[in-house]
Structures are given as C-alpha cells and as structure tokens.
C-alpha cells in the first residue's frame, strides 16, 4: 500500500480521535487492542474498557455482546481482519438480526489499514456504526429513528448530514445550515450544496463523492466551502453508508469538520520546513541533530557529501570518522558533552569520503529545552577550519624562525657595539694621554682635537642609540613602578650639570598634583632624558633656556600626563611634521645629533600604550606633551 502524507507537526491527533463521536478503536496487525476513543470506552459497562488495551481481539468482541453491542459473528473478523491489511481497502463486518433483548444494539464494523507514515507499525482503525434503525427499523429503543436524529443532530456542535443511498442530500442539520446560509440551504434543494464548493474543488470532489456512493465506500475528502459571509474555509468531508442485512446501502451518513485554521497552520508549517530545509543545505558547514546521547537524527546533504554516509548509516555519531589513533579519546569526550547538556566545541579530524584524507573540523552543538526545561535535541554544526589550522602552523613556524633570527640579531649588536667600544675606549685612552704630553707646535693643532673628540663622541652617542633601539624592541621583562618624578627629574639635570651651567639654562617643575607616575624605571629615564637633553642642545642663540617640566592626571581616564617646554630653536612642523618621529630625522644640520631621540622618545611611549604630542613654533620653542 503506498506510504501517505504524514501528519502535520504539532497537530494533536490522540486529542481528534479520542474526541470522535462514533465508537473507534486502534488494532494492531494481529487484531490486538491498542487504544480505544471515550466513544467506545461509553459503550462498554465500568472499568472493562481500561483494561482492553494491549489484549487480543477477541476480548474486545466479548466485552462488547456483555455490553449489548451486537456485533458480526467472532469467525468473520480474522479473515475480515488479514483482508484489510492486505488489500488497503475497507473491510465491513454487518451483524445478522436476530432475536434480542430490549435495548441491544446492532454495529457494522469497518476496518482501515492505517496509512504507512515513515517508522510506524502497521495497524488498523476500527469504526463502529450504529445499524439498529435499519435492521429493526420498528424498534422504539433506537436512537437513529428519522425524528430522534434529526434532534440529535440539531444539538451536536459540528456540521451533520444525510444522503440517500444513490447519494442525494436529504438532510442537513442546523450547524450546516447555519454556515452555508439559510437562503442556500432552502433554494433549489439540498443538492445545490454542489455550488458551495470551490469551483477548483468541485471536479474532484464531486469524483470522489460518485465513487464512493457508486462502489458503497466510505467518503473521506478536503474542500474549500463557501461560508454565507462569502468567504471559503477548508472542510473535511467523511461519510459513511449504512446498510441492510443483505449489505445494501440504506443511506449515507456524513460530517463536515471545519479544518481551515489546521489547514492553515498546516502549510505554514511546511512553509517554514521549506526554508529551514533551503537554509540548512546552503550552509557551507555540516549541519545535524542529535538526541541527548549523541544519536543522529538529521544531518544536511554537505554531511553526506563529505562523510559519504547517510543518516542511516552515521547514526551513532562521527567516531567511524576519526583517525584510529584519536577514536578513544575523542569518542569519550564526546560522551562527556553529551551528558554535560551544555554547549560545547571540540576540535577533530573527519575522513574525507573523496579524497580518504582527514581534514580538521570544530564541531559546535547547542541543545534545545523547550519551555519546561525539558531537553529536546541537540543542533549542531561541524566546520571545515583545516586550512585555518595549517596556515597557522605555518605562522607558528615562521613566528620561530623570526625570533631565531631577531635574536640573533640582538646577540650580534650586543657583540657589535661591546666589541665597537673596546678600541673606541682605546683611542679616547691614547688620545687623553697624547694631548696630556705631547707639545703641538702647530696653531690648528687645537682645532684638530676638538674635532677629534667631537668624532669620539659621535661615535659612543651612535652606538648606544644602537643599543637603546634594539633594547626598546625586545620584550621588557620589567614591570612598571613607582617612579618619583621630581627625584629622576634632579638627577637627570645633575648629568647635563656643565650644559646647564654653560648655557644659564633654568629648569622649573611642576609634579604636585603628579608627584609619582608608575611607569619602568629605565624608560622614563630615557624619556626624559631625551627631551631635557634636546632642549639644551636646541637652545635659541642669545637667549638662555627656559625648560618647564610639569605632569597632571588625565581629566578623563586619571592617567599620568607629562609635559616639557623650551623656549629654544622650535621645528617647522609644516615641513617637517611627518618625519617627526623617523629614525635618523635631523631637523637643524648646524647642531651634532644621531636624529635617534625623537624616535626613541615616541616608540617608548607607544609602547606603554601611550601617545606623543608635540606643539613647535620656529625660534619661540617646543612643547613635547607625553599621554603615559
């Protein structure tokens, strides 16, 4: 029997049958009691009902002629039964009249093979229909007498119907007229229900209906019906013929159900599985559920691309992916997530069904509660970051090989200039001693020395600004401390001391609401010392220095800012501005410098984070303002 439509997600079918008017029941392929609806359950004295479930048929059919409820004789139900299941079709079971008590009641059995839905056993619905009235139309106990039905049916909540047996409407109750209008239901005959149908539906409707009346099997069909207010609603149209002894139709009994919100709901539903589905196959990434110990229930056409195995085949997780050397481990890590029912990440490495190469993948899984705090399903995504990880090892490797090569480089200007300033040491040596003993007779002897001990100086300056830049780029195991300003400030001027002295330099500062920076000792060393340095070697002709050192806190963030402003030669920021801070910069080529200090000065502070300001106007002076 082909496989039908399975049931919309969410809609509560237990509820529907337990809910149907008629008596029905569940059976399973050998005839045994599944479920009973409250229809049946009404039909049965006390408590037999609840105890049914899950016994043999035969109990069932006992328990009903205790009850009253006449039934087809026992024997015709098993090849009745195996009928059914084989064929598909609607198997009818009538009982035969017979002579019996006042109140008994006469029931046709149907039986239906369930649909076969994906992953549900086989089985088969049970209806009863009351026959009473047409076997023993004179019996003044039935409740189907044409004037007890028709106040019956004019109480029932849902559309109710009859039809003669060639299926002409001959009755509907006041629900239905309610719906299709008491002008439409009164004009023209109750056969004009016809037009009510959408003229889409009314081929196939009116198909199934001749069909159905013609061969004397239940009607069952979905239809858009016009409502008096004009507008369409979804129904659901069953029927049922009741028959005489012989198995004739006597008339047709039948519902409408109104499922147009269900309907709706419906293809909303398949609406959004569209694009959930339409999502999750665009996704780059492998994409799964799983129940909570790790039991696959999904996964998306990029999984079965990549492992080569389908849902089926993979539903005990990714472990037959692994490399055999990490299955172990990893499969108890996994099992360790599971249970845990938090999210989680792992990284691993998945076989490539294509090319049989691992390739590395970050797993992610989040799981679902729903609104009880009940756990649900994990939903998850594998990644494909192999790429990601070589190239990171790549840069790893190479990250080695540059601080091979930076400390190589380190060890070798260390060598460099110990190396450099050994016979430099000499000469200053040997030339100390030469101009203290040696006579010159020559007038520009003196000039000479003056040159030579300017190039000594360059010399020992070039080198340790070599030292210093190659120190500053290293990283600084020091931590920063307390550093008392106006102390480093005086022992810094104490160095410059025939400078100042030479030039009647005055040097005022300012650090009372500053008075400590925490920050590495050596550095604000150098910091400072470049600056104060620069501003008595770029001192204006003709006038003395003014140097003013101040350091307040940040209005904003409270952190040291520090300030030193002369009065000297200035920069011409406008055409020197962006080599402000270049290594080798020279800005006054009368005036000896290596063209480090600025540079130095900047990276310094750079590298705490901070920030370098300078303000210059050309012969009025500098202002170097340090964000610490």
């Known amino acids: 029997m082909p496989s039908a439509p399975a049931p919309a997600p969410g809609f509560d079918f237990q509820l529907v049958f337990a809910a149907l008017p008629a008596p029905h029941a569940l059976l ?8 009973l609806n409250d229809a049946l359950l009404a039909l049965l ?19 009903c002629a205790a009850a009253d409820a006449l039934l087809a004789p026992a024997a015709e139900w098993g090849p009745t039964l195996a009928r059914a299941l084989a064929t598909g079709k609607a198997e009818v079971l009538t009982p035969a009249p017979q002579r019996t008590a006042p109140g008994a009641r006469y029931w046709q059995a149907t039986l239906r093979a369930l649909p076969a839905y994906r992953r549900s056993p086989p089985g088969l619905l049970l209806s009863l229909l009351d026959v009473t009235d047409a076997l023993h139309p004179a019996d003044p106990h039935s409740l189907l007498s044409r004037a007890r039905l028709r106040i019956f049916a004019g109480h029932l909540p849902q559309q109710v119907w009859t039809a003669t047996a060639d299926g002409q409407l001959e009755f509907v109750n006041e629900r239905t007229a309610e719906f ?35 061969q004397g099997s239940p009607f069952e069909v979905e239809m858009r019906l016009l409502r008096h207010d004009g507008t369409y609603r979804w129904m659901l149209a069953q029927a049922e013929p009741a028959r005489d002894a012989h198995g004739h139709v006597l008339r047709w009994y039948g519902t409408n159900t109104d499922i147009h919100q269900l309907r709706t709901l419906t293809r909303q539903l398949v609406s959004r599985e569209q694009e959930f589905r339409f999502l999750v196959e665009s996704l780059p990434h492998l994409v799964w559920a799983a129940t909570a110990d790790g039991r696959f229930t999904f996964v998306n056409r990029h999984w079965v691309d990549y492992t080569g195995l389908p849902l089926d085949q993979t539903q005990n997780g990714w472990a037959q992916l692994l490399p055999p050397e990490d299955r172990t481990t990893t499969v108890q890590e996994m099992a360790t997530h599971w249970a845990s029912g938090r999210a989680f990440e792992l990284h691993t490495r998945l076989r490539d069904a294509r090319t049989g190469q691992y390739r590395w993948f970050v797993h992610r899984g989040q799981p679902l509660y729903d609104a009880r705090g009940q756990f649900v399903r994990w939903y998850g995504t594998s990644t494909d970051v192999d790429d990601a990880v070589r190239t990171q090892g790549l840069l790893e490797a190479q990250n080695q090989r540059l601080t091979r090569a930076n400390q190589d480089f380190d060890n070798f200007v260390y060598a460099a200039s110990h190396d450099l300033k050994q016979p430099i040491n000499n000469m200053a040596g040997i030339f100390e001693e030469l101009t203290r003993t040696a006579y010159f007779r020559d007038p520009e002897a003196g000039q000479l020395v003056t040159y030579f001990e300017r190039a000594l100086a360059q010399i020992y300056s070039t080198i340790d600004d070599l030292t210093a830049v190659v120190q500053l780029q290293r990283p600084q195991p020091a931590l920063p401390e307390p550093v008392d300003l106006a102390q480093m400030v005086r022992a810094i001027v104490h160095s410059v001391q025939n400078q100042v002295l030479h030039l009647r330099a005055e040097i005022s500062l ?49 952190r040291p800012v520090l300030t030193v402003r002369d009065n000297g030669l200035g920069i011409d920021l406008d055409r020197f501005g962006p080599q402000l801070f270049q290594q080798f910069a020279r800005f006054h080529a009368h005036v000896d410098g290596t063209g480090m200090g600025l540079y130095l000065v900047n990276r310094i502070v750079e590298s705490h984070g901070g920030r370098l300001e300078v303000a210059s106007v050309v012969d009025a002076g500098t202002t170097f303002t340090l964000y610490l």
């Open 180 to 214: 299709l209008g008491e002008d439409a239901a009164s004009r023209g005959g109750l056969n004009d229900w016809r037009r009510a149908v959408h003229p889409n539906d009314q081929a196939a409707v009116l198909a199934r209906w001749e069909q159905a009346v013609a």
């Open 28 to 35: 399973g392929p050998s005839g045994q009691v599944q479920v």
């Open 510 to 558: 300012d650090v009372e609401r500053c008075p400590t920076v925490p920050y590495v000792r050596a550095h604000l060393q150098s910091l400072l010392f470049n600056l104060l340095s620069n501003a008595l070697k770029y001192a204006a002709p003709g006038r003395p220095p003014r140097i003013a050192v101040g350091a307040v806190p940040d209005a904003e963030t409270g």
């Open 45 to 63: 004295p006390g408590p037999v009902g609840t105890r049914l479930p899950g016994q043999p048929l035969a109990e069932l059919l006992r328990a």
